[in-house]
């Protein structure tokens, strides 16, 4: 009897048996629930009903499953995105997927800022500056508008992301909002003129909307570069 080879038909088929796939897929179910401190392998065995070195097969450690979630998050984004579709229209797909998936996992947006170099970011990346050539933008300016489209989607999506975070389950958003614009206008006028007179509009915006008209904006200024 050959106990080697028994051996490794016994690990193939625990690889076979766990997918990479499932495991990333649980683990999001975990991030998503509990946070990111809750992701330990001994919570990924316990889900899976699996010893980790099952698990370590397809994974070397938390960093390299934390970079697995996210690509698999974004990867969705940019799949979703309708091939041909017109390069400003693409652009502001891509936007507004990974503002909604952000939002739906805030995790997502904390491990991009970690690690700005993985697989992941340089699929936003080329998502986004990949349609730049088509929009007249010269190779120059290509770099710069890209970063600028990019900051602004991870600044934007994160922040609304963490402001959610913030605000007890249940509460009436727009009775929060209509309590902070009472506070800014508490403030002197004379000091604050603008804050006075866009502070009706705080309790009524919608934040998906004002995200897409700071990328319009953003839009119209690479136009100003060809």
Known sequence: MNVMASGTQRGERRADALSKDRIVETAIEILDA????????????????????????????????????????????????????E?????????????????????????????????????????????????GVPERAQFDCASALLNYILGV????????????????????LANVAALWTQRDPAEYPFVHRVAGQLSGHDDRDQFLAGIDLILAGIRTVR
């Open 34 to 85: 509990e946070g990111e401190k809750a992701l330990t392998f001994r919570a990924l065995t316990a889900r899976l009903a699996t010893g980790p070195g099952a698990i370590y097969w397809h994974v070397a450690n938390k960093d390299d499953l934390l970079a697995a979630t996210t690509n698999d998050v974004i990867a969705r984004v940019i799949a979703d995105v309708v091939g041909g579709a």
């Open 87 to 135: 390069p400003r229209t693409a652009i502001r797909a891509i936007a507004l997927g990974l503002f909604d998936a952000i939002d739906a996992h805030p995790w997502v947006g904390t491990q991009l800022s970690r690690e700005p170099w993985q697989s992941a970011m340089v699929q936003i990346f080329e998502g986004i500056g990949g349609r730049l050539d088509a929009l």
């Open 157 to 176: 999506a994160g922040q609304n992301a963490a402001n959610a975070r913030n605000i007890a389950p249940g509460t009436d958003r727009s009775a929060f």
